[in-house]
């Protein structure tokens, strides 16, 4: 069953990874049953039987106690599994309420395509439950149009001369106030320092069919080259630039009549659709980063 | 892990469904790691947690005894979970061993492209494991190709006129010998009472993105009406003509220039990929039907 | 070259369509030529050279007189052309000036994706040159967002009682004032009155795979027939419902995890894409009308 | 029309490239409606009015003497073309009747599948016309399937030893004897001295989506990168390994289930399809190079 038809309740979704071995699911499942937890969707993925990795996803049903609020009811269950299960099969893993929208943060620059796409399906409530929490731009551009839909516009100026000061005016919003950044066409490069302290995930958009033409002005390079296809890339930011693991992709048709500008239009398009599933998938809580790839249950 | 790169060993593939309800995947994983398995994929999927309907498929390596081959051991599973799981939980399901591989019985009419890929993808070994028995037609055209690739050929001539006869031979050359019968565009309608009586899944590639064009001359008819895409449907046969369960669609581009003689074409390239894939899932136990639908994991 | 990269300078498009016969190329491009015409763009298809359709369009550079206004220099090529090639062969055509923008008035309901992603479309200049004239709509709920996109809103309720009246009203508004209709989800059946009268091209976006799943709730009786692929189709309107010549269509793959409002939701992402290519093409003057059918250059 | 539909009779194509300018287009239908011809398609494009490269395609049904054979009709024309058209505006041109079907060498290493399709969409004429003069290959695996399709199979051993031995008997054997050839996984590099003097177009199926993943081990490096969606690419070969025009791509989505043989086995079919794309517009002379880029009609 899909979450938007699931019926109201105590809803929490499980993720875990961890090497893989024998009797994984059986202590996990076990465990959610003792808690009359009903699994009502599960995905599981090994990278092998021997030496493999392990990753795995749950949407389970809670019974919370009569008296018990819903934040008391997973915690309850957090302890017992971290005691019980997580310990023991050194998991990583995480549990979280349906009912806890994420917030996410919003970055971005003069181009308004994706950040519109955010704004639209925000309002539509298709981004897998999370709501924006504020918009950042380094240009004064998008505040009327963000505060039409009611929500808070922070202009922080940003240039090579004041990046660090930049981050800082950043990191400051973000203190506490997020729990996912999502780079909308954000024009300015974010430092190895920034990503260090930042302690959130931090999704881009890349205009390109990532690995061809990292860097800048793919569209003008695909053109250049010849290519009959060009397309988007949605991934979590590393320090190493255009390099982080790949969340998804999608491509488009080109041919010979397609200008550089006809590129960019079209790969706009596609990079919308990108970004728009990739921030669903995560605020869903579907994808598991390992080994600098993805896991998208 | 892919079946593909497992280690050798025991494997087996369990297909489920059942009334949802809490405790199916403990019950079941439970006893998988009583008896010493170790799950390597899983996948599970509910209609919803209330009146829902579940379905999972599972594989599963087997600790067989020392002297236990590998027949006994699913034996003495099976055993074991028809009385302690699947009675109570009211279960349809099937354990297989992956080292059984299913034979397949290939029906073909004159149009050789299905039948064709049918042969090659076998030769490669991309059936998901499953052998090709024999190759049936009511045509002799294919018996030369069919025999060089090592298989038999029968010739089974079929008219409005015979058709009893036909299907009679038909089910006589079925009997015991086969697991699955694949329809590589054969051309002959199957009655009611084959259907019936043949007690085995029977797939078919249909030529056209159903229920666009069901019936016959589908791509004629795309062109008159203009569409700009056509496609395959790879689904199972039931008595109703093209509504069975469909496995797997899909679909390419046209457009004015394209003539009904290029629909067939560009039609035929999807046809054999979309059957390739549909025997491929079939194979591997990935396909459950349900009411009038299928699960594909 | 695109029309987007084109030099400034007066740029005409001219559609052509007739019974093929032999010269119709040399005839055109002679007289172009003769009247200091480049052709930049050109586009040609025949049905068959005996008893075969001809359709044509070019993109040409003219050349006006010192003195001579855009639109004297045009109406000088088209009555050449009328006397000298387009009698010769019985020709239905057009030639427009690029710099005149087509006017579009959109019609919608209560569904926004559509009518946004037209607004939206329009801001960024994506409509190939096209302008939104006003929005119609039978509620009042869009008035905001699109006065804020400085465009007149029209709230002409619309009921099976007061059909004509709305109607009335519509024809009233678009008179003159228009040069195509775009139904943005507008969820009122237009009349074969309202169409004879209307004297524009209507273009709507079906949220179905057409012919599959013509009519209501489409997404609910694909998901009952399980199909693996779900679509949308823009067309031109005619009297006999979702059967007019289709412009462009386009499609997502869905699975058994897909709800009814997961396809909803996924195939709106399609009818804003679908529905924006085909209103693009048509301003572009890249599509042509005949036979229930079009071709798009 | 589409040539397979094309009634009998003289037919011939038309490819031009050349500086753009005003009035090509008038000049060429112009000679050919002197010379009786009649285009039944036209295709043409254009870099820019100004400073721009012009690219042409034309189908013409021709007119040929009572007593004047077809290659006598076509030498005829460009003898004509030549003089009042080709010089004065500088082309690049050639005119080959439809009836002359192109020959082509197709060169194979062990892996079947680009090979296999290549000889079935010829036993099918869906190489655009095109016929397989003979198979070439450094292994002896193919001779029995190659030679059951009544073609003649060469077995040249290649090594880095003995490259310019083996590149001279291939050179041998396609002199005079072939059109185009077609590398269907040809896993030895050709030396530029080869492309030097081979004297003919040189068509590769590299097994990924160009210019990500250029040389070896394509599939193991995109499985590496984690991305989501693998491909292939057709194109020209030049000296520069891997950067010649690309013809066509096609890509296929993987995710984080497919093991590095399952993407093998996802792009084999990508490659196959790809492929025969390629090689059936080529011999359609529907592909034209220039500046490392082609333009495909």
């Known amino acids: 069953m899909t979450d938007a038809a699931a019926s109201p309740g105590l809803r929490a979704r499980l993720l875990i990874d961890c090497s893989d071995r ?29 030496d493999g990795h392990f990753f795995m996803r749950m949407v389970v049903d809670l019974d919370a106690g009569p008296t018990e609020t819903p934040e008391a009811a997973a915690e309850r269950l957090r302890a017992s599994f971290a005691v019980e299960v997580a310990g ?19 970055l971005a620059s003069r181009e308004p395509h994706a950040l519109m796409e955010m704004l639209w399906r925000w309002q539509r409530d298709e981004l897998g ?12 551009d998008h ?28 990191l400051a919003l973000l203190d506490g106030a997020c729990d996912v950044v999502v780079l909308a066409r954000y024009m300015q490069i974010l430092t190895g ?37 060009v397309g988007a890339t949605a991934h979590y930011v590393t320090e190493e630039l255009d390099a982080g693991p790949i969340i998804e992709q999608d491509v488009v048709r080109v041919d010979h009549r ?11 398009d596609v990079e919308r659709m ?24």
């Open 22 to 50: 024998p009797g994984i699911v059986a202590a996990v499942s076990g465990l959610l049953a003792r808690h009359g937890g009903n699994i009502v969707e599960s995905d599981q993925h090994s990278t092998g039987a021997a």
């Open 143 to 170: 505040r009327g149009v963000v505060e039409r839909f009611g929500l808070n516009y922070h202009h922080v100026p940003a240039t090579r001369a004041n990046r660090e000061e930049a981050e800082d005016a950043i």
């Open 258 to 268: 397609s200008s550089v500008p006809d590129m960019v239009r079209l790969g706009a």
């Open 88 to 106: 023991r099969f050194g998991m990583r893993w995480r549990l979280t309420l349906v009912q806890n929208r994420p917030r996410i943060a919003v």
């Open 274 to 297: 990108v970004l728009g599933r990739a921030v669903r998938w995560h605020a869903e809580d579907k994808v598991i980063e390992h080994g600098g790839k993805t896991v998208v249950f």
């Open 193 to 229: 320092g920034f990503l260090g302290r930042v302690g959130l995930p931090v999704i881009n958009i890349h205009h390109s069919f990532l690995p061809a033409f990292a860097g800048a002005e793919p569209y003008r390079r695909a053109s250049d080259r010849g290519v009959k296809i």
């Open 129 to 140: 439950g999370a709501d924006i929490a504020f918009v950042v731009s380094n240009h004064p």
